[in-house]
Structure formats: structure tokens, C-alpha cells
């Protein structure tokens, strides 16, 4: 089963988005925070993330640099959606 890793600036809308793959047969897991995103890229067998580049209060340079900064730690598929 592929693993989905999901991390956007509204948990709410991550929360959404987790049944649409799941019907699909993915398993589909929630990051809340960078620490969460980057220790699941570290930890879990994921193969794609859906990434949101927009931090909150930081915008999108900021969430530039976070998906800059996590591709020296994973190559995994990444998916901007925002």
C-alpha cells in the first residue's frame, strides 16, 4: 500500500483531502507541522507528498525554502498543491 504523506498550512484541508486516498487504496498520513513533515520523510516508507508552500504567516518564500531544505534530506516525489 502506497503511503501518502499530506502537509498543509490547514490541517482542516489535509483532513479532507486523507479519505479521497484512502478510497483509493493509499494510506494516506497527516504531517501538522515541519518537524512532523520532515521526521515522517526521515521515518516512514512514503512515496509521495503533497506539500503546501504556503507557511501560515511565513508565505510562500518561506515555503520555497522548507521544500529546498527537505530535498537534502529526501528525494521523494513531492506535489505542490496550494
Known amino acids: 500500500m502506497s503511503k501518502i ?10 483532513t479532507k483531502m486523507e479519505p479521497f486516498f484512502a478510497a483509493e487504496g493509499m ?21 509521495l507528498v503533497l506539500v503546501d508552500v504556503e507557511l501560515n504567516d511565513k508565505g510562500w518564500g518561506a515555503g520555497i525554502h522548507m ?3 527537505l ?12
Open 71 to 82: 530535498r537534502t534530506i529526501s528525494n521523494i516525489p513531492m506535489i505542490v498543491v496550494s
Open 27 to 47: 494510506n494516506p498520513l497527516i504531517a501538522v507541522d515541519q518537524s512532523e513533515l520532515a521526521k515522517a520523510l526521515e521515518e516512514k516508507d512514503i512515496s
Open 5 to 14: 504523506l499530506i502537509y498543509n498550512n490547514t490541517t482542516e484541508i489535509a
Open 67 to 69: 521544500i529546498s531544505d
